[in-house]
């Protein structure tokens, strides 16, 4: 399992930006991808999904501001995020919800997403 996200950038608070997931090692269409988010001394935390079939579920914070897509051809999934605050700044992650190595989940290098003035 291979996942490598990208896309993260420092943006004025307001702004937007998309995060791209693009995985291998798996069969993608299968599986719920998952993002997750960690802040600096803080637990990693959810932030969306979404099933292989579309359907998606969001986590309080960014209900209504974050939009979680995929394309199932590319392998590849995707948060946008709208309307960003500074509390929304941290290392964003993706992850394939139903797989477990060693107990844990499956993680990728992860991707920085700066929001500040």
């Known amino acids: 399992v291979q996942l490598v996200e990208s896309g993260g950038d420092s943006v004025q608070p307001g702004g937007s930006l998309r995060l791209s997931c693009t995985t291998s090692?798996?069969?993608?269409?299968?599986?719920?991808i998952g993002w997750f988010r960690q802040a600096p001394g803080k637990e990693r935390e959810f932030v969306a999904e979404?099933?292989?079939?579309?359907?998606?579920k969001y986590g309080d914070s960014v209900q209504g501001r974050f939009i979680i897509s995929r394309d199932n051809a590319k392998n590849t999934a995707y948060l946008e995020m709208n309307n960003l605050k500074p509390e929304d700044s941290g290392v964003y992650y993706c992850?394939?919800?139903?797989?477990?190595?060693?107990?844990?989940?499956?993680w990728g290098q992860g991707t920085q997403v700066t929001v500040s003035t």
């Open positions: 992850t394939p919800m139903g797989l477990r190595i060693d107990g844990g989940r499956f």
């Open positions: 090692g798996f069969k993608f269409d299968d599986y719920t």
């Open positions: 979404i099933t292989g079939r579309g359907s998606t």
